[in-house]
């Protein structure tokens, strides 16, 4: 065997002795101790000192890692707070329950895929038994394989006041729970924009914008 062919050889046999294949990242199902069921929806449904964490969502969300990320964190949080402020004289622990809805735009290869999560909280005075809808949406253009923001969604430079004066129907950027549109879902016809809703704020939960009417500042 050539010397040279033989140094390589035993450089790569020496080099991968001992080493197993690198694992498949988990995906957000697998990571939050969840099934999925025969129509591709993950179920997770878990407790711990002094509240309950149940969610439900799609499995095949591109971007697995912002989901693991965004509800581990919101189920760390109840923790935390449960914690901190016992559900003492309740009758029961606190209950987080975040439900999340898929969006699809184009086509499966080189369309859009989202996923609004609607996230109801019966923690606090006020929200017991009139529990909170906080929303929060992940968008991924499946062309580009990468995240949709506010951002890049619309042309550079627009704002959320831009974005109102286009489509009047839409709640000011700043009133309760809009956070400036960033939460939204993408459709062939449509941007949905979602809105959070309190027992104080009970308005329209969503808003569908038709695209024709954003066609000037959508990038």
Request: hydrophobic share 40%; charged share 15%.
């Amino acid at each position: 065997m050539n010397k040279s062919l033989a140094a390589v050889v035993l450089f790569a046999g020496v080099a991968g002795f001992g080493m197993a294949p690198a694992a498949a990242a988990q995906s957000a199902c697998e990571s939050l101790g969840g099934t999925v069921d025969a129509a591709a929806i993950c179920h997770v449904d878990s407790a711990g000192a002094g509240f309950r964490f149940e969610a439900s969502f799609p499995a095949g969300y591109p971007d697995q890692q912002a989901l693991t990320d965004y509800l581990s964190g919101e189920r760390d949080r109840m923790a935390d707070y449960a914690a901190k402020i016992p559900p003492t004289g309740r009758g029961s622990g606190y209950e987080l329950a975040i439900t999340g809805k898929p969006y699809h735009s184009g086509t499966p290869v080189g369309g859009t895929q989202s996923v609004v999560f609607g996230a109801q909280n019966d923690s606090g005075v006020a929200n017991e038994g009139r529990p909170a809808t906080i929303y929060t949406a992940f968008n991924y253009d499946l062309g580009r394989g990468a995240p949709i923001t506010f951002a890049t969604l619309f042309k550079p430079g627009t704002t959320p006041a831009d974005v109102q004066a286009a489509a009047p129907d839409l709640p000011a950027p700043d009133d309760f729970g809009v956070h400036g549109y960033r939460n939204f879902a993408l459709t062939d016809e449509a941007v949905v924009v979602f809105i959070d809703q309190d027992f104080l704020h009970a308005g329209p939960r969503s808003v569908s914008v038709p695209r024709t009417a954003l066609a000037a500042l959508l990038a």
